[in-house]
């Protein structure tokens, strides 16, 4: 999530999660507890007892799935790239119809699966809960490979690699971001575990608060929504800021001697046009527009790269961060000495490298929608450990790569320190149109957990699905965006405000939030006794020998050095959350105590 990236795209186009991605099922999420029994508190062991029989289910399925497709072969992987995936739509119908009766193509199964995923939020209309295992077993139909790419699409963002490694240097850099991929997808195996634990047909998970709700309750569902909203929300201001620092670019020309647009106006532009895209309600409807996200990327990598000969663009250097020209290009094996990073001195200069780095690798938020989707999600680790290593070479060779040829003088984001203003403005078009995308993204997301968490539930407003719940969709958008530009054009400063955001909850995302899930899970299971304990389906009740203290102190010590490392991981997240906001704020202040920045300035920031 780099630098803010065309690459948080993974909406739902060219894949089959339409229906049911995560935006879409929030409203489920806050009112799903059983589709007979609604009201009856679900236990931690009833979902464990329920995802244990999906899981062999899946696996069943996954296997016959396999033998109908026929043997893979190179040829017609291949091939498969290039067609509409017939021969396996067929086969996952002859799976799917042999193990849900009554449904004979698996056009009519997605049909009713959206109907059921529609009416749950305002009640059951006639469907039974057999029929809501149906529709979940029918939306499921994701390969590990397909997932593999969504995940490449939602976390790659190299962006601001070359300038994280400049304040940081080569080797500090290389740790850091080594030692951050590795933990990203420690975190992602967390959720992983967590979901194969507590996912099932009966009770599917949908979004990331779902995980939080089945180990902790209602409080912390409401507590992970509303901090995703806040995210959301700040990463649409951030997109603001950052495009219209594009748009003041393309504005002054070749020459970049005038001032070009006012610098206000070139941010309403932008928020403008996602008054205008952000009435889409539903996600499916930009899904043909997120399959441009990964080449838009690549794109952009292969401007930066070739136009590195040129050198740094010194103006934005200089108007950003205050740096003078005409020094000579420097790089540093460890950390840059004062005066020769733009991050700020010292400690301060490689907290804010860690907090860009860190903000690469977030994407976790959406890792739940993902596996709802997988037809045999136990396969994910494949998707998760392969997408990690392509994005953690690109960070790597990107940033340094650029770094080598800039220096001291890299820019974030990379595209706007292209000192050749037809390659820039081509960079700054590319990332204008994947950027306002990701935005309408966020936007979308962020105001529905915002609508269901405060005004539905919270204020009785209606529900999103109602013509009265449309119409205050039409004017809450306006208002979100308007907030998300006031917030941008506040905090003018782009490297500090996306590393503002990277610490304090990209972080928790993706590395704090897990942990604090890991210690929580695997103490509630590891303090089941197969023996003595069991669930029975009939009466959906389950025979504790013990409560309290006595049990978790059990759970706990059933695997002591894996829930201690656990635990020291989200103490470890918690202090670097903290170290991060504290450089960022500090980097802000210093900022605007020197007129580097500028709160709601006609003078553009770069």
Request: glycine share 12%.
């Given at each position: 999530m780099a630098s803010l990236p065309p690459a948080n795209l993974a909406l739902d186009g060219g894949d089959p999660r339409k229906s049911s991605f995560q935006a879409e099922n929030i409203v489920n999420d806050v009112a799903r507890i059983d589709g007979t029994d609604k009201g009856r508190v679900v236990s931690f062991e009833e979902y464990m007892y329920h995802a244990a029989v999906t899981r062999a289910e899946e696996k069943e399925a996954n296997a016959r799935f396999i033998a109908a497709r026929g043997p893979r072969t190179i040829k017609n992987i291949i091939k498969g790239r290039f067609s509409r995936g017939k021969k396996e739509r067929d086969a996952s119908t002859q799976v799917a119809s042999s193990l849900s009766?009554?449904?004979?193509?698996?056009?009519?199964?997605?049909?009713?699966?959206?109907?059921?995923?529609?009416?749950?939020?305002?009640?059951?209309?006639?469907?039974?809960?057999?029929?809501?295992?149906?529709?979940?077993?029918?939306?499921?139909?994701?390969?590990?490979?397909?997932?593999?790419?969504?995940?490449?699409?939602?976390?790659?963002?190299?962006?601001?690699?070359?300038?994280?490694?400049?304040?940081?240097?080569?080797?500090?850099?290389?740790?850091?971001?080594?030692?951050?991929?590795?933990?990203?997808?420690?975190?992602?195996?967390?959720?992983?575990?967590?979901?194969?634990?507590?996912?099932?047909?009966?009770?599917?998970?949908?979004?990331?608060?779902?995980?939080?709700?089945?180990?902790?309750?209602?409080?912390?569902?409401?507590?992970?929504?509303?901090?995703q909203a806040v995210l959301l929300m700040l990463n649409v201001a951030v997109l603001v800021l950052s495009n219209g620092q594009s748009i003041s670019q393309?504005?002054?020309g070749p020459s970049g001697a005038s001032m070009g647009i006012c610098f206000v106006a070139c941010m309403l532009i932008f928020?403008?046009?996602?008054?205008?895209?952000?009435?889409?309600?539903?996600?499916?409807?930009?899904?043909?527009?997120?399959?441009?996200?990964?080449?838009?990327?690549?794109?952009?990598?292969?401007?930066?790269?070739?136009?590195?000969?040129?050198?740094?663009?010194?103006?934005?250097?200089?108007?950003?961060?205050?740096?003078?020209?005409?020094m000579p290009i420097q790089t540093f094996a460890g950390m840059p000495p004062p005066g020769l990073a733009t991050g700020g001195v010292g400690f301060i200069a490689s907290l804010n490298g860690l907090n860009v780095a860190v903000y690469a690798y977030g994407g976790a938020l959406l890792f739940a929608a993902l596996m709802a989707e997988?037809?045999?999600?136990?396969?994910?680790?494949?998707?998760?450990?392969?997408?990690?290593?392509?994005?953690?070479?690109?960070?790597?060779?990107?940033?340094?790569?650029?770094?080598?040829?800039?220096?001291?003088?890299?820019?974030?984001?990379?595209?706007?320190?292209i000192a050749v203003y037809s390659i820039q403005t081509a960079g700054n078009i590319i990332s204008l149109i994947s950027n306002l995308i990701a935005a309408v993204l966020y936007s979308n997301i962020g105001l529905k957990v915002v609508y269901v968490e405060v005004f539905h539930e919270l204020l009785g407003f209606p529900d999103l699905t109602t013509t009265t719940g449309k119409l205050w969709w039409a004017a809450l958008i306006p208002i979100y965006w308007s907030v998300a530009f006031i917030v941008g054009a506040?905090?003018?400063?782009?490297?500090?405000?996306?590393?503002?955001?990277?610490?304090?909850?990209?972080?928790?995302f993706t590395y704090t939030f897990p942990a604090w899930l890991a210690v929580g899970y695997w103490i509630k299971k590891d303090a089941m006794i197969e023996e003595e304990e069991r669930?029975?389906?009939?009466?959906?009740?389950?025979?504790?020998?013990?409560?309290?203290?006595?049990?978790?102190?059990?759970?706990?010590?059933?695997?002591?050095?894996?829930?201690?490392?656990?635990?020291?991981?989200?103490?470890?997240?918690?202090?670097?959350?903290?170290?991060?906001?504290y450089s960022s704020i500090e980097s802000l202040r210093q900022a605007f105590e020197s007129n580097i920045a500028t709160s709601l300035s006609c003078t553009p920031p770069l």
């Open positions: 009766a009554g449904e004979t193509d698996e056009k009519g199964r997605r049909d009713d699966a959206l109907q059921v995923a529609e009416s749950g939020s305002t009640g059951n209309y006639g469907v039974t809960a057999e029929q809501r295992e149906t529709a979940g077993r029918a939306l499921r139909t994701a390969s590990w490979g397909t997932i593999f790419y969504l995940i490449t699409t939602d976390i790659l963002g190299p962006m601001g690699s070359p300038w994280a490694f400049a304040q940081m240097g080569y080797g500090p850099g290389v740790a850091l971001y080594t030692v951050f991929g590795f933990m990203s997808y420690y975190s992602g195996w967390i959720l992983w575990k967590v979901f194969c634990g507590l996912d099932s047909y009966k009770f599917p998970i949908r979004g990331y608060g779902d995980f939080f709700f089945r180990l902790f309750g209602s409080w912390a569902r409401h507590f992970i929504n509303i901090a393309i504005s002054r928020m403008a046009a996602g008054f205008l895209l952000g009435q889409i309600r539903t996600l499916q409807r930009l899904g043909w527009l997120a399959n441009l996200s990964v080449w838009l990327t690549i794109t952009l990598v292969l401007l930066c790269m070739g136009s590195v000969g040129y050198g740094p663009n010194y103006a934005a250097i200089e108007a950003s961060f205050g740096m003078p020209p005409g997988m037809r045999h999600p136990m396969d994910f680790w494949k998707s998760l450990l392969i997408a990690e290593i392509f994005i953690y070479g690109m960070y790597i060779f990107f940033g340094i790569f650029i770094y080598s040829y800039q220096g001291q003088y890299t820019y974030n984001p990379a595209v706007q320190g506040a905090v003018p400063q782009f490297s500090y405000i996306v590393g503002l955001v990277g610490a304090l909850f990209i972080l928790s669930f029975d389906p009939v009466t959906n009740t389950y025979n504790y020998v013990d409560h309290g203290w006595k049990r978790w102190r059990r759970g706990f010590m059933k695997k002591p050095l894996f829930n201690s490392f656990n635990i020291f991981y989200f103490l470890g997240a918690l202090v670097t959350c903290a170290l991060g906001c």
